[in-house]
Structure formats: C-alpha cells, structure tokens
C-alpha cells in the first residue's frame, strides 16, 4: 500500500495570508490527524477528523481549521498567518476501530515570512 | 495536562554498545506508550507500542519497557549501528487513540 502522502512539501507565505494542506491518508485508513511540529514546542496535536467530521481537537486558535472528504482525505487551512507558524505539519492516518499505530506522512514545511 | 519529558536532548554513544533513552510522564498512567523514529525532514514512524500491563516488549534489535511505579519508560537499541542515528520521540496516549502527547525527542548519534 502507498503511505500517506502530503502536499505540498514546501510552501512559503506571507504573513496575513491563508493556506491549505492536502494529505491523502492509507488506503482504507479513515482516521486523520494532523499535528504542528516545532523546534521550541515539538509535536503538537491540532485535529482528527473521522468519517468527514472532526472528532477531537487540540489547543490551537481557530485560525487552523480542517475538513474530510469522503475519500478519507483530508485538508487543513490555517487563516491569516503569523510568524510563529512556521513549522513542519504532519498529518497521520490511523484504521479505524481502536488501533493506535499512527502512520505519519513526510509533512508539510511552512515558512511564513 | 498529562505531560511526557524526554531527559536527553542528545546522545552520543559508539557503534555496537547499547542506546537506552529515557521517557518520563507526569499525571495517571497512559494505557499505552510508543515510540517513534524521525529522520531529518520526514515524519515520524512509528516503532513499538507497550501497553500499562506489560513490562517488556521486544522487537529485534529494540526493547521499550514501562515502569508505572516510577512513571517511566526506557527504549533501548542494542548492537547500535550509524543508521540508527535520528531522533527518537515517545508519545502517550490522552486517553483518545488518535490524540497523543509526544515527548520533544532525543537525537541519537552513533559513531563508528
């Protein structure tokens, strides 16, 4: 099976503006989450959605959002960026059903500037 | 919050001896712990799960054990080689499978 696949792998923006993630989860897989890694804060986690609907949810403005498609896959926007978001975005997809192994994708570096 | 600290930043060790690295959390005792390898620019992938109710799990070269007395949980690669330099993240669960803490990480270097 392919592994989780996340694009775009660089992306450079300007504070102010919006972007979007797109991450394609295993085949089958209908967990994603997705998490902000950091240097100064390490993995943190923002949000899993399931089923095309958000199912937890970690510590972070409302400026990040996400959704889930019918296919599994899923995208995360962040809105108005600010400096400190810089960072890799991983997202993770998981079978459902109570099986914990999370399969990362390669992430998402963003740089806002 | 449930926290999860990683002691080292960083450890150096020689090919062929054994890399122990050391996890700790704080709070009620995760049903569960992993551990993670990530090499630079990529994302973590995942190694081995240990559960609260077992002390020792084995998987080639690597061991992880959990101590719920001490709240602690050691990974250990025996026989290290260069490849497995990277950084190694522990993580526990918050009670949401899909929700983890992770720990920052200890980078491990293996020189020959």
């Known amino acids: 099976k392919a592994g989780v696949t996340q694009t775009p792998r660089y992306l450079i923006k300007t504070r102010g503006q919006q972007v979007t993630l797109s991450c394609s989860p295993i085949s089958g897989h209908r967990s994603v989450s997705w998490y902000q890694q950091t240097p100064g804060q390490g993995l943190q986690f923002l949000f899993e959605y399931f089923s095309e609907t958000q199912r937890n949810k970690g510590n972070f403005p409302g400026r990040f959002s996400g959704r889930q498609f019918s296919n599994s896959r899923s995208e995360m926007n962040v809105s108005t960026l600010e400096l400190g978001d810089s960072a890799l975005y991983l997202c993770a997809s998981r079978e459902a059903g109570g099986r914990e192994t999370q399969y990362f994708g390669p992430g998402t570096r963003l740089l806002v500037l | 919050s449930q926290k999860i600290e990683q002691n080292s930043e960083a450890l150096n060790i020689q090919e062929g001896k054994t890399a122990t690295l050391t996890c700790n959390y704080t709070n009620y005792s995760p049903a569960y712990l992993q551990w993670y390898r990530q090499d630079p620019g990529r994302g973590p992938v995942f190694l081995l799960l240990?559960?609260?109710?077992?002390k020792e799990k084995r998987k080639e070269r690597l061991k992880v054990t959990f101590d719920t007395t001490l709240k602690q949980s050691l990974f250990h690669i025996t026989a290290s080689q260069p490849a497995d330099s990277a950084t190694y993240l522990c993580?526990?669960?918050?009670?949401?499978?899909?929700?983890?803490?992770f720990g920052t990480g200890t980078r491990l270097q293996v020189t020959l």
């Open positions: 993580a526990r669960d918050t009670g949401t499978a899909s929700k983890l803490t």
């Open positions: 240990i559960r609260e109710n077992e």
